[in-house]
């Protein structure tokens, strides 16, 4: 549409001004509440009532799920897939059982260093001795009671 009067292109442009500049002033105003209103909240956390892992328990997962996790399975309740349920004994549910109330850190740590023959059990468990420094196992440990803490808190 074509304005021919110069009086009326006039009015045209000045209504235009008017509502560019109100609806940049808006647009602005919008974004900046909005980035404000982003800033301000507290970032949401997937498990957040729950504790998080330390360096040493997240290093203690890694190592969990490499070595461990075959046989007692990803989750430590005993699953694992490399150890078919019908061979006896099976692999200690480290989770739902009262074996981590009931043993002690120094039978664990023995019992990951040189295997699980080494306290009158199976032989099934291997020896770490000369794959795992003591470091390491004690990450291990740690892990293991942050599973059982954080299951025992969802009950």
Request: net charge positive.
């Given at each position: 549409m074509l304005i021919k009067s110069p009086r009326k292109k006039e009015k045209v442009r000045n209504i235009l001004r008017k509502y560019t500049s109100l609806s940049f002033t808006f647009s602005l105003v919008f974004f900046?509440?909005?980035?404000?209103?982003?800033?301000?909240?507290?970032?949401?956390?997937?498990?957040?009532?729950?504790?998080?892992?330390?360096?040493?328990?997240?290093?203690?997962?890694r190592l969990f799920i490499h070595y461990c996790a075959p046989c007692h399975g990803e989750d430590a309740e005993g699953s694992g897939r490399y150890f078919p349920s019908y061979i006896e004994?099976?692999?200690?549910?480290?989770?739902?059982?009262?074996?981590?109330?009931?043993?002690?850190?120094?039978?664990?740590?023995?019992?990951?260093?040189?295997?699980?023959?080494?306290?009158?059990?199976?032989?099934?468990?291997?020896?770490?001795?000369?794959?795992?420094?003591d470091e390491e196992i004690r990450y291990i440990i740690e892990y293991l009671k942050f599973l059982k803490m954080s299951k025992d808190e969802e009950s």
């Open positions: 900046l509440a909005i980035g404000i209103i982003h800033c301000t909240k507290q970032p949401k956390r997937a498990e957040s009532n729950k504790k998080t892992l330390s360096f040493n328990g997240r290093e203690g997962k004994p099976q692999p200690p549910d480290f989770i739902n059982s009262e074996y981590l109330k009931e043993t002690n850190e120094n039978v664990m740590f023995r019992a990951i260093k040189f295997g699980s023959k080494a306290l009158g059990k199976s032989n099934y468990s291997p020896s770490y001795d000369e794959t795992l420094r």
